[in-house]
C-alpha cells in the first residue's frame, strides 16, 4: 500500500471526520501542554529571534493545529512579558501531513482564525502569523535549512512510513496470518520487523530535523508506547487486536474474505522509553532533555456515548481510508459497531491502559 496515498485520517466535518473524533487525542495532549509551552518558552528566551519558525508535524485535519497555534503565541508573549524580553515580529507556521490530508479544512478556517485573534488582541501584542499547508513524509526533508525554532507532532510518530516488507514472503503473502499488527500468535519474526523499521524511520525523522531545525532549537513529540520489553499487553496493542477480532468475525459471516483480512497489516509501532532513547543516543543529532510516560484515563468524551464507542469513532476516522481501499467500505458500520462492543466489554473485565510518552529534544 502506497502511504502517501492511501493513509491519512477521515476529512471533512461529517460525523466519522477526524475533526469530530480527535477528543482523545486532544484530552491527551492537553495532559502535557504544560510541558511543550515550558519548552517552546525555553527556545524563545535563549535564542530570542525576531522571527520564529514553528512547525506541526501531522497536523491532520481537525481543530488541534490552530489552536495550538494560538497556544504558541500566548505562551511566547507571556514570557517574554514576565523578563521584559522584545517579542518576536513575525511567527511562521508550517503545517505538515501526507499529500492526502484535508489540508482544505484547515485553509477554510484560517479567516475566522485570523479574525478572531485580531479581536481578542486588539490592542495588545498581534504579530504577523503567516500559516502554510506543507504536504508531504516527515520521514525526509519538508524544509529549508536551519529555518525552524520548534517542532511539534502529536499522535504521529508511532505510524510507521510502510508496512515491514519482512512479514511478506516470497509470494508476497504476509506471515502474520489473522492478525492487523503484532499479536500474541505472531511469529518472533514480526515483532522484530516491526522494531527494525521503527528504528530506521525514527533515526531518519532526527536526521532531517537536524537540518532544519536551528542550534539550540527543540523539538517536542508525543506519541503512543508501551510499557515494558513486551510487544503485546493490555495498552495501545490490545486495541489493534480487538479490532483484528473484529475484522475475523466478520470473516466468520462471510462480509469478507480471509485472504484479505491476512494481507492487511497496519503501519503501527509502540515503542518503549528504551528504544526511543536507543535510537535518539545513536542518532546523535538532539539531545535528550525529557522523556515521560503517562496513561489516559478509561471514558467517554461525549454525553451519552461509552468509553467503546468513542474509542471505536477515534479508530474508525484514523483507519477508514485504509480500510476502505483494501476492503471495500461496506464493512465499516458493521465493523465498527462490533468493534466498540468489544472494547466496552473488555473494560468491564478490566482496565485498558494506552501508554502515551511525551519526549522534549533540544538541538545540538
Given at each position: ?125 498581534c504579530p504577523s502569523i503567516f500559516i502554510t499547508g506543507c504536504p508531504g513524509s516527515f520521514y525526509g526533508r519538508l524544509f529549508p535549512a536551519n529555518g525552524l525554532h520548534f517542532v511539534y507532532s502529536s499522535y504521529s510518530l508511532h505510524w510507521i512510513s510502510k508496512v515491514p516488507p519482512a512479514l511478506y514472503d516470497e509470494q508476497g503473502k504476509s506471515i502474520n496470518k489473522g492478525s492487523i499488527c503484532i ?182
Amino acid at each position: 500500500m502506497d502511504m502517501e496515498k492511501n493513509f491519512h485520517m477521515t476529512g471533512g466535518l461529517g460525523e466519522n471526520s477526524y475533526a469530530n473524533n480527535c477528543t482523545l487525542q486532544k484530552k491527551a495532549s492537553n495532559m502535557v501542554k504544560h510541558i511543550t509551552l515550558e519548552a517552546l518558552q525555553g527556545v524563545y528566551l535563549s535564542l530570542a529571534p525576531k522571527s520564529i519558525g514553528i512547525a506541526d508535524l501531522g497536523c491532520s485535519s481537525g481543530h488541534n493545529s490552530l489552536s495550538t497555534v494560538k497556544d504558541i503565541l500566548e505562551a511566547i508573549e507571556e514570557a517574554g512579558c514576565r523578563v521584559m524580553r522584545p517579542l518576536p515580529d513575525e511567527f511562521r507556521v508550517y503545517l505538515n501531513d501526507l499529500p492526502t490530508n484535508d489540508f482544505n479544512s484547515v485553509f477554510r478556517a484560517l479567516p475566522d482564525f485570523y479574525r478572531d485573534l485580531k479581536k481578542e488582541r486588539k490592542e495588545g501584542y498581534c504579530p504577523s502569523i503567516f500559516i502554510t499547508g506543507c504536504p508531504g513524509s516527515f520521514y525526509g526533508r519538508l524544509f529549508p535549512a536551519n529555518g525552524l525554532h520548534f517542532v511539534y507532532s502529536s499522535y504521529s510518530l508511532h505510524w510507521i512510513s510502510k508496512v515491514p516488507p519482512a512479514l511478506y514472503d516470497e509470494q508476497g503473502k504476509s506471515i502474520n496470518k489473522g492478525s492487523i499488527c503484532i499479536c500474541e500468535s505472531s511469529p518472533p519474526l514480526v515483532s522484530q520487523a516491526y522494531y527494525d523499521q521503527f528504528q530506521e524511520d525514527f533515526s531518519l525523522f532526527l536526521q532531517t530535523r537536524s537540518e532544519e531545525v536551528v542550534t539550540g532549537g527543540c523539538m517536542v513529540l508525543i506519541l503512543l508506547g508501551r510499557i515494558g520489553q513486551n510487544h503485546v499487553d493490555r495498552g495501545n496493542s490490545f486495541f489493534w487486536q480487538l479490532l483484528a477480532k473484529s475484522f475475523s468475525i466478520l470473516v466468520s459471516k462471510g462480509e469478507i474474505q480471509k485472504e484479505d483480512l491476512d494481507s492487511y497489516e497496519l503501519p503501527f509501532y509502540a515503542p518503549c522509553k528504551d528504544e526511543i532513547e536507543g535510537v535518539i543516543r545513536r542518532e546523535g543529532s538532539f539531545e535528550l532533555n525529557l522523556l515521560r510516560m503517562f496513561e489516559t484515563d478509561d471514558g467517554s468524551d461525549k454525553d451519552g456515548e461509552s468509553y467503546g464507542t468513542s474509542v471505536a469513532n477515534t479508530v474508525r476516522a484514523i483507519q477508514e481510508p485504509m480500510i476502505s481501499h483494501h476492503f471495500g467500505d461496506g464493512i465499516l458500520d458493521t465493523l465498527f459497531d462490533v468493534y466498540g462492543r468489544l472494547v466496552d466489554e473488555e473494560v468491564l473485565k478490566e482496565d485498558i491502559k494506552p501508554v502515551t510518552f511525551v519526549v522534549c529534544l533540544m538541538k545540538l
